[in-house]
């Protein structure tokens, strides 16, 4: 039997740390998430995940920007390499009620997709809240979406130009002083030919020490159409560090 070894090494973002105390009283919080697990022996296998999420809150506007990445090689062969990016700002309008516009991109090396791109607006409302770390926001909108493929498909075509409708939803529940539960969901349904893509990420996380904490998420992609070659539904488990500042 050959040996194997497992080493999980997570590290924070550490050039946001000088920003943190600058930021506890102000309009700016963030979190920065780095995952790398690395095995060796009867099968090689490296997958590193990483985040990074700003978000500026005013009276009046909210702002939200998030970056994130995820790579996997197993035995010199990648696996997996992804890159997302999403900004959503939103109008508070009234206590708990919100206008917002979002546009997210994504490239995922082997979705079909050369990149998948979307702007949406529409209205949200925060239906529940409890304290500072606990509450449900909903909201409803539609726009545009634009998807380059890798390959054209039986037409000939290349790309998904078509209205979009999104729901999209976010529960967190503050389970003590030191553990959080989050779930978001979303779905874009495409207006002409149908094509739904939605996400599920489900996470806990619990404070080790500091404003460090550790985060376990798994999460969940389904294309109902996907392109020729491609599976319907994508999932990822990580095991991460998150420094919030």
Do not use: C
Request: proline share 2%; glycine share 8%; aromatic share 10%.
């Amino acid at each position: 039997m050959g040996f194997r070894t497992t080493a999980i090494v997570s590290l924070s973002a550490m050039a946001v740390v000088p920003l943190a105390h600058a930021a506890d009283d102000g309009p700016f919080k963030g979190e920065a998430e780095l995952g790398v697990l690395m095995t060796s022996g009867n099968t090689d296998e490296t997958n590193v995940n990483g985040r990074l999420a700003l978000t500026h809150e005013v009276e009046r506007w909210r702002n939200n920007a998030e970056l994130s990445t995820n790579y996997s090689q197993t035995d010199n062969t990648t696996t997996a390499e992804q890159y997302q990016a999403a900004l959503q700002t939103d109008y508070k309008f009234a206590e708990r009620q919100f206008w917002f516009v979002r546009g997210a991109w994504e490239k995922d090396r082997f979705s079909g997709y050369d990149f998948e791109s979307s702007l949406t607006t529409g209205y949200g409302n925060r239906v529940w809240e409890q304290g500072d770390r606990s509450f449900l926001d909903l909201s409803a909108g539609a726009g545009y979406r634009y998807n380059k493929l890798e390959e054209p498909d039986e037409n000939g075509d290349d790309t998904e130009k078509e209205a979009i409708a999104r729901l999209a939803g976010q529960f967190d529940y503050a389970l003590s002083e030191n553990a959080l539960f989050r779930q978001k969901l979303s779905t874009e349904v495409g207006l002409d030919e149908n094509n739904t893509i939605s996400k599920s990420e489900t996470s806990l996380q619990a404070n080790v020490v500091g404003n460090l904490s550790m985060k376990v998420a798994y999460r969940v992609k389904h294309v109902s159409d996907p392109p020729a070659g491609s599976t319907s539904t994508d999932t990822e488990t990580s095991l991460s560090l998150l420094y919030g500042f």
